[in-house]
Each structure stands twice: as structure tokens, then as C-alpha cells.
């Protein structure tokens, strides 16, 4: 994936936190639209609007082939005489519910609130979410600190300069942090969760509707997936084409130093590699997220409070 952001409009005051050798501004806030605990912006494509799925937990911004035609998408040249004259295979996308296949596309303009760029790569694939054109995800969304103020139904993007040892968080305490791991190859924010006190791998999924423990880590902690009794089940729908049998089960849940007690997760009839848990759309309503992708840090307030006004720096 590549983008190059040329530049970065500012029409309001943008705060600025600093310490030494590390600031963080404002670049832009937008309205998050909730459609069945999915978080949802309007963004602007070749100059057209389009609604986008804000989803962490995804690796790659996608479009469904039915917005790619619409919003006039096209293959990157530099792609395409690469390939000329070859066969080229298209991306296998991994979910949940299986795989799909996607092509990469060029948007020849990407605007973000006040964010602009340009020759942004993305992939077109059927992923059969009639909710939204597309997600709005870690390509594009670990270049910045993001705050998720559900409350205030908004999100603000912040980008960083310097090097930055220890989360700048524009938020007012209580607040609690944990380390995030966000390496190259995955910059999706994972976090190491305590459930029932045994430790595990979780993701911060805002593109999963709910909290869930995969077939695998729920087994370790001795809830094994009940196929016997089809009345507790339920369909659970993902990226891929299929739906998952999930059931639910109450679970201690500790992120940091905060632990939310017999809470409802869905156990998924599913494996996924090096995943053992996603802290879904419920996860983040009972706390105030700031994601700081720039010293590796999730910070959550608790209880949760709309983010302050926007003051001058």
C-alpha cells in the first residue's frame, strides 16, 4: 500500500500537547455516524462523497467494487506495467467468515475532514456490507493518534512529530494505559488482555460489533463450544462470506488496570492466527479510546467523558 499526503488543511485552532522532542496537533475532527455498532465517516473520493467504515482491525483500506466504479477508481499505472503481459493474481483477503478476493485501485484524491492527499492505494473487493462503501482502516489510520470519543459521536485525528516516549492524550482523567504492539508487518493495536486471569492477545477491533474469545483461547479456559444446543447460537457475519456459530458466555475481562467483571463476549466457532480475542464495538461504548499510535500506548477513560472543546494551543 502507498499514499502521499500533500497536505493538511487546518481551519480551526489546533491544540498542540508537547513534551521534549515530541508534539501532537489536531489535524482534524468528524462526525462518527453509529449503524449497528459500526463507527462510520463521511470521507470525499476523486472529489465524491463516501461513507467508510472506521475499522482497526482491518490491514487495508477496502472499497466495495460497487463504489470503486462509482467513485471512478482505476488500476495505478506503475501496477499495471508491471503486470502487462503476465497474469496477475488478485489479494486473498482473510476474515471472519473466510476469504475474498481484491484488486488493488488508485483514488487520484482522498480527503479526510481536513486531511488531503492524493494517489492513495486501496482494494476493491465484494465484502458484501451493505452499510457502508467501504473501511477506512489501519493504512491509513496508524499514522495517527486517534481519539474516539463515542459520547460526542466524533473522532479526531492527531499527528505527531518528534519522538514520542509516553501518550500525549488530550483527555481529562480517570485514565488508564497499556502497552500496544504495533509492529510493521501488523500495524493493527493489539493489547495483552487477562481473562478470567489467564493472559492473552487481544485486538482492538472498532470494526466488530461486539467483544469476542476465539474457539481455541476459549477452550483453555475450559468453555468449550456447545454444537448440542442451537437454540443458544447465533450467526455471526465478517469479512468473509460465510457466517460463524458463536454462543455467548460471561467473562473477567482486564485491560491494564481496568477490569470489567461478567462480561457478555461471544465465543466464535472460529480460530484466528495469532489473535485470541477482539475488543469490539461494546468494549469501546464503555470506555473513551485514545489509540496513541505514536508511543505504542492505548489509553481508555473511565467512565467515559466526551472529549473537551477544541481550545487554541
Excluded at 104 to 113: I, K, L, P, R
Excluded at 202 to 219: E, H, N, S, Y
Excluded at 268 to 297: C, Y
Amino acid at each position: 500500500m502507498k499514499c502521499r499526503w500533500l497536505c493538511v488543511i487546518l481551519p480551526f485552532a489546533a491544540p498542540v500537547l508537547a513534551q521534549a522532542g515530541c508534539s501532537v496537533a489536531l489535524t482534524s475532527q468528524l462526525h462518527v455516524t453509529r449503524v449497528q455498532s459500526a463507527s462510520m465517516v463521511d470521507v470525499a473520493i476523486n472529489g465524491r462523497s463516501a461513507t467508510l467504515q472506521l475499522d482497526t482491525g482491518a490491514f487495508s483500506t477496502i472499497l466495495s467494487t460497487a463504489a470503486t466504479r462509482r467513485l471512478k477508481l482505476h488500476a495505478d499505472a506503475d501496477t499495471a506495467n508491471h503486470f502487462r503481459g503476465a497474469i496477475r493474481d488478485p489479494y486473498t483477503l482473510e476474515g471472519v467468515g473466510g476469504a475474498g478476493l481484491g484488486d488493488e485501485v488508485v483514488a487520484d484524491s482522498f480527503q479526510v475532514g481536513a486531511m488531503h492527499g492524493s494517489h492513495f492505494h486501496v482494494l476493491a473487493a465484494d465484502f458484501g456490507s451493505a452499510r457502508s462503501d467501504g473501511l477506512l482502516s489501519t493504512d491509513f489510520l496508524s499514522d495517527y493518534d486517534i481519539d474516539l470519543d463515542v459520547p460526542a459521536a466524533e473522532v479526531r485525528f492527531y499527528r505527531w512529530s518528534g519522538a514520542c516516549d509516553r501518550p500525549r492524550a488530550y483527555l481529562q482523567g480517570p485514565l488508564y494505559t497499556t502497552a500496544m504492539t504495533v509492529d510493521q508487518d501488523d500495524k493493527r493495536p493489539q493489547v495483552s488482555v487477562l481473562i478470567d486471569g489467564r493472559k492473552f492477545r487481544a485486538l482492538i477491533d472498532t470494526g466488530a460489533g461486539g467483544t469476542a474469545i476465539f474457539r481455541d483461547a476459549a477452550q483453555s479456559l475450559g468453555v468449550a463450544f456447545d454444537r448440542t444446543d442451537p437454540a443458544r447460537r447465533l450467526k455471526v457475519t465478517g469479512f468473509g462470506p460465510h457466517s460463524v456459530d458463536a454462543v455467548r458466555h460471561a467473562f473477567s475481562i482486564t485491560v491494564g488496570d481496568l477490569t470489567f467483571r461478567n462480561m457478555s463476549v461471544l465465543v466464535m466457532d472460529e480460530t484466528s492466527p495469532g489473535i485470541d480475542v477482539v475488543l469490539g464495538a461494546d468494549f469501546q461504548r464503555k470506555v473513551h479510546l485514545w489509540i496513541s499510535n505514536s508511543s505504542h500506548t492505548l489509553v481508555m477513560q473511565y467512565p467515559p467523558q466526551a472529549s473537551p472543546p477544541v481550545q487554541p494551543p
